[in-house]
């Protein structure tokens, strides 16, 4: 169990560009889930895949935004046309079932997107 | 629509005595509460939670209490120690398959030696 892992760390990208974000969750983890983070706030919700399947995607992802889930394992998130307002730390968790079930989501340390 | 709020953006404590982070929930249709920690340039880590059906949960140092008819979530750290120095958040869950967490703004807790 080595973790949840994002690449890259940190990404500084010119506003109008496109960035792509790589997750890989801890290994047969089923759940995958994308939040972003902006400073003093808490880890907002993004995005939810269950397998290969795409369940459910919050206002927050507007159609700039595009995540896949692949076979079932890594993950990417993708931002078209970035603007400044998309500067923020975007986290990846996962977790082998349900949160009732008693296994809480486990976060990656997240990719760090500066928009100049 | 802030459905967890973290009131206190800061708490500093002494060294060896007890630590309480509280969180405020607006949603009755969370039933599962959760505690992260989060250290700088690492993501949150998960530390302790609770059922809606329970009131009280305790592992360690760490106790977590609910009090559903005020809606109100603490966590108790005691005794507080220097490594606990990190920011804080509660977070819940309601029913919906996707069962994805809502976060409060976080509390940055300082102890001091």
């Known amino acids: 169990d080595t973790g949840v892992s994002q690449n890259p760390r940190h990404k500084i990208t010119k506003r109008g560009q496109n960035v792509t974000f790589r997750c890989d969750p801890i290994?047969?983890?089923?759940?995958l889930y994308w939040y972003r983070q902006t400073l003093g706030q808490g880890p907002e919700f993004l995005t939810y895949f269950q397998n290969e399947a795409q369940l459910e995607k919050s206002r927050l992802l507007s159609d700039r935004f595009s995540a896949e889930r692949p076979k079932g394992s890594f993950s990417t998130l993708e931002i078209q046309r970035t603007e400044q307002g998309d500067s923020a730390m975007y986290l990846c968790?996962?977790?082998?079932?349900?949160?009732?079930?008693?296994?809480?989501?486990?976060f990656g340390n997240g990719t760090r997107l500066t928009v100049t | 629509d802030q459905q967890a709020k973290q009131n206190s953006p800061s708490l500093s404590v002494q060294e060896g005595r007890i630590s309480i982070l509280n969180c405020d929930y607006t949603n009755s249709m969370f039933d599962y509460f959760l505690w992260y920690k989060k250290y700088p340039a690492e993501g949150p880590t998960f530390l302790i939670s609770i059922s809606s059906i329970k009131d009280k949960n305790e592992d360690g140092r760490f106790t977590v209490f609910l009090n559903k008819s005020a809606k109100h979530l603490s966590l108790h750290i005691v005794p507080s120690q220097p490594g606990d120095s990190a920011v804080y958040f509660c977070?819940?869950?309601?029913?919906?398959?996707?069962?994805?967490?809502?976060f409060g703004s976080g509390t940055q807790l300082t102890v001091l030696p």
């Open positions: 977070a819940a869950s309601g029913r919906g398959s996707a069962r994805q967490l809502t």
């Open positions: 968790a996962s977790s082998p079932d349900g949160i009732l079930q008693g296994s809480p989501l486990h």
């Open positions: 290994s047969e983890h089923n759940r």
